[in-house]
């Protein structure tokens, strides 16, 4: 593996004991994890293979022991390549049983007759296995019982490490150089489905693995929204571009977006704009160890909606790290605590009128003494292509 990719095992031993500890504090035999981030959290399994619903892929964490993966063979040698030992594979897809027989035994094997595994169950979790699969593997285990894993799962990836950290770094300083690039591919008469490709390009030449995620939108002082897929009409003079990206380097991702006034723009636009600017650095002076995620929610919205409760986006940041959103939700319902280590986005939203918004988004991490700029915060005027 490349020095400059992955960690070293004593990353992914510190996670297993830290889980364990947990584990033990929760009255948990083990932890069975199903998804590719739970998997790689604790393994190192960086693959984009995933993305075959196909296969179901295991993990099982005991109590005192090390991770065991059963998997389909199809990844034995990839998994063989990181710090697993105990490797059980079966060749799948098999419709009569792909891979329940292998799953039961190894948890009959290490857990205890009545022994509990805990399954991550909380918001953000699902089960990624046939639910027919699943129905087999607990009529199989006898009184073992499967139980929520107590948020433990969430609760370690929520708070980085500093390696995590400078992964995190590193992916948002690649679209950093992508977003300053952006008047090679951009300007009057360009069709917004070729600034996507291309800007996507552009991520890929300043060193991205791979864009996960592209989003964004054009209209005349604003969009309508920040999810439709591009469309081939051009760029207009009096647009605001606004594009949002979730790159990945090395397994982790940025997620971060610029606005750009294609010509010049409305007064509205621009000072809305401020206006967004405003409520992310009033959310970034207040982001600090204890301080709430639903705090930074009402501080971003007593200015851009004087307090209203926010807009139909729902939130106005989330967490970030191996997945383009992770927990905690900056919503008014969230009381989630922050604390060192926790990496955030900021996106406050604003209406300009029915049917146009803008939104800005910066990427953060939480220190001892307050929060860091991940994102190159944006610049305090709309940039203007030519």
């Not at 996670?15 to 069975?32: I, K, P, W, Y």
């Not at 998994?79 to 697993?84: E, K, L, R, T």
């Not at 290490?110 to 593997?137: C, D, F, N, Y």
């Not at 090679?184 to 291309?198: M, W």
Request: proline share 6%; glycine share 8%; with cysteine.
């Amino acid at each position: 593996m490349a020095k400059d990719r992955g960690f070293p095992t004593e990353e992914y031993r510190q996670r297993v004991t830290r889980a364990q500890e947990l584990m033990n504090a929760s009255d948990l035999d083990a932890l069975l994890l199903t998804t590719e981030p739970e998997v790689r959290y604790f393994t190192g399994f960086l693959t984009r293979f995933w993305e075959s619903p196909t296969r179901p892929w295991f993990v099982l964490l005991p109590q005192s022991t090390d991770p065991i993966a059963i998997i389909p063979s199809i990844g034995s040698h990839l998994m063989g390549q990181s710090w697993i030992d105990d490797i059980r594979t079966w060749r799948s897809p098999d419709y009569s049983d792909d891979g329940v027989s292998l799953l039961a035994a190894c948890i009959m094997e290490q857990v205890s007759a009545k022994g509990r595994i805990g399954v991550p169950s909380g918001t953000e979790s699902h089960l990624r296995m046939p639910l027919s699969s699943w129905t087999a593997l607990q009529s199989r285990i006898g009184l073992r019982k499967m139980v929520c894993d107590k948020s433990i799962v969430r609760n370690l990836r929520m708070i980085k490490s500093d390696r995590e950290i400078a992964k995190i770094r590193e992916t948002c300083a690649i679209a950093n150089r992508s977003f300053a690039r952006v008047a090679e591919i951009a300007h009057v008469g360009a069709a917004l489905d070729t600034v996507f490709r291309r800007f996507q390009m552009l991520c890929l030449e300043e060193g991205a693995d791979w864009v996960g995620y592209l989003a964004g939108a054009a209209g005349p002082g604003g969009y309508g929204d920040v999810i439709s897929p591009a469309t081939p009409d051009p760029l207009r003079s009096g647009d605001v571009l606004m594009l949002d990206t979730g790159l990945v380097r090395d397994g982790y991702y940025c997620d971060f977006d610029r606005n750009f006034a294609v010509g010049p723009i409305a007064a509205e636009a621009e000072e809305a704009y401020v206006k967004l600017l405003d409520a992310s650095a009033a959310a970034f002076d207040k982001a600090r160890p204890g301080v709430t995620a639903a705090e930074l929610f009402h501080c971003m919205d007593q200015i851009v909606t004087g307090g209203a409760g926010g807009s139909d986006a729902g939130r106005m940041g989330h967490g970030l790290g191996m997945q383009l959103t992770e927990w905690p939700s900056l919503i008014a319902q969230d009381e989630t605590v922050l604390a060192p280590g926790m990496v955030l986005t900021l996106e406050p939203g604003v209406s300009i009128a029915p049917g146009q918004t803008l939104v800005h988004e910066e990427d953060i991490v939480i220190t001892e003494n307050g929060a860091a700029y991940l994102s190159a915060p944006a610049p305090r005027h709309m940039r203007e292509l030519a």
